[in-house]
């Protein structure tokens, strides 16, 4: 078993940062692939960026890439979104998601095996 724990969402006005941290425990965390997913209101919960367990790769949605930063420190036990220039439609729960590592990075949700129990980002326009 994993668990995962979100921190680090909050309220923020439009074009500011945050920087959300998912903190891992249980098993090697060097073992998983990494992602994060978000749910607005309403909405189906969607993937945002997801990291290889080495760092080597990573992959985003359209609608961040250049914007949002994802990064791990295995180290730590952790991996982190850095969220830049937020905009009213990225309020919504982030969640991260773990599986265990494959030769490509998954978007879909079915694919995760551990999830964390959200943390919840506000943008104010």
């Known amino acids: 078993q994993v668990q995962l724990v979100e921190s680090g969402g909050g309220l923020v006005q439009a074009g500011g940062s945050l920087r959300l941290t998912c903190a891992a425990s249980g098993r090697t965390f060097s073992n998983y692939d990494m992602t994060w997913f978000r749910q607005a209101p309403g909405k189906e919960r969607e993937f945002v960026a997801a990291i290889k367990w080495s760092a080597s790769r990573t992959f985003y949605a359209d609608s961040v890439k250049g914007r949002f930063t994802i990064s791990r420190d295995n180290a730590k036990n952790t991996v982190y979104l850095q969220m830049n220039s937020l905009k009213p439609e990225d309020t919504a729960v982030y969640y991260c998601?773990?599986?265990?590592?494959?030769?490509?990075?998954?978007?879909?949700?079915?694919?995760?095996?551990?999830w964390g129990q959200g943390t919840q980002v506000t943008v104010s326009s």
């Open positions: 998601a773990a599986v265990t590592s494959r030769t490509r990075l998954y978007t879909t949700m079915a694919e995760y095996e551990y």
